[in-house]
Nanobody
Framework: VQLVESGGGFVQAGGSLRLSCAASGRIFSLEAMGWFRQAPGKEREVVAY????????YYVDSVKGRFTISRDNDKNTVYLQMNSLKSEDTAVYYC?????????????WGQGTQVTVSS
């Protein structure tokens, strides 16, 4: 399985970004998918994850109401729409798939994409 993230970048506080993660090599629709992030000097944390049928979604408290996770199984892609960005959202964001995504133990990881929010 390969996961390739895109959509990161530099944005001012209050702005928006949409991250995408394209998956290949396995039947995408069978996997739970998630987004994690790691800020400098901090541990990697789960940001959001979505069940394989998109019925269940989870968000860490700090992003509730601002971030939205979604998936398009026809395109083998999962998205993270990030609105009202804050400087504390600055981190490397990783896409993850399969395994125990919700417990921070997915089977597969992307290479990461940098998100920088200026205050």
């Amino acid at each position: 399985v390969q996961l390739v993230e895109s959509g990161g970048g530099f944005v001012q506080a209050g702005g928006s970004l949409r991250l995408s993660c394209a998956a290949s090599g396995r039947i995408f629709s069978l996997e739970a998918m998630g987004w994690f992030r790691q800020a400098p000097g901090k541990e990697r944390e789960v940001v959001a994850y979505i069940s394989r049928g998109a019925i269940r979604k989870y968000y860490v408290d700090s992003v509730k109401g601002r971030f939205t996770i979604s998936r398009d199984n026809d395109k083998n892609t999962v998205y993270l729409q990030m609105n009202s960005l804050k400087s504390e959202d600055t981190a490397v964001y990783y896409c993850a798939a399969g395994g125990a995504v919700g417990n921070g133990n997915p089977d597969y990881w992307g290479q990461g994409t940098q998100v920088t929010v200026s205050s």
